[in-house]
């Protein structure tokens, strides 16, 4: 059974940093794009970021362009969400995904295949 589990949120001032990690277990990814997801209150899920199976290709919402880092480790079959300079319209509940066929790096929810339980971020002002 696969199991993505994200880890990392919490409370921060803005301007602070969060690093995000997803472990995935249930079989190896190490072929598949993997990606960040988020939902604000009210809102629907938006695309944050995405990483290729080697590491070679990332692709990032314009909103966290520049701010925001994603990375993973096969070895750990995890994926990582380095958030720095981060905005209270950043505060949201964050989840990873994975899209099974290594298909680019997609940016819709319907691309990817299985998904965490995700973890709340809140970022004051």
């Known amino acids: 059974q696969v199991q993505l589990v994200e880890s990392g949120g919490g409370l921060v001032q803005a301007g602070g940093s969060l690093r995000l990690s997803c472990a995935a277990s249930?079989?190896?990814?190490?072929?598949?794009?993997m990606g960040w997801f988020r939902q604000a209150p009210g809102k629907e899920r938006e695309f944050v970021a995405a990483?290729?199976?080697?590491?070679?290709?990332?692709y990032y919402a314009d909103s966290v362009k520049g701010r925001f880092t994603i990375s993973r480790n096969n070895a750990k079959n995890a994926v990582y969400l380095q958030m720095n300079s981060l905005k209270p319209e950043d505060t949201a509940v964050y989840y990873c995904?994975?899209?099974?066929?290594?298909?680019?790096?997609?940016?819709?929810?319907?691309?990817?295949?299985?998904w965490g339980q995700g973890t709340q971020v809140t970022v004051s002002s």
């Open positions: 995904a994975v899209e099974s066929y290594g298909l680019g790096v997609p940016t819709t929810n319907s691309e990817y295949d299985y």
């Open positions: 249930g079989r190896t990814f190490s072929r598949s794009t």
């Open positions: 990483i290729t199976w080697s590491g070679g290709m990332t």
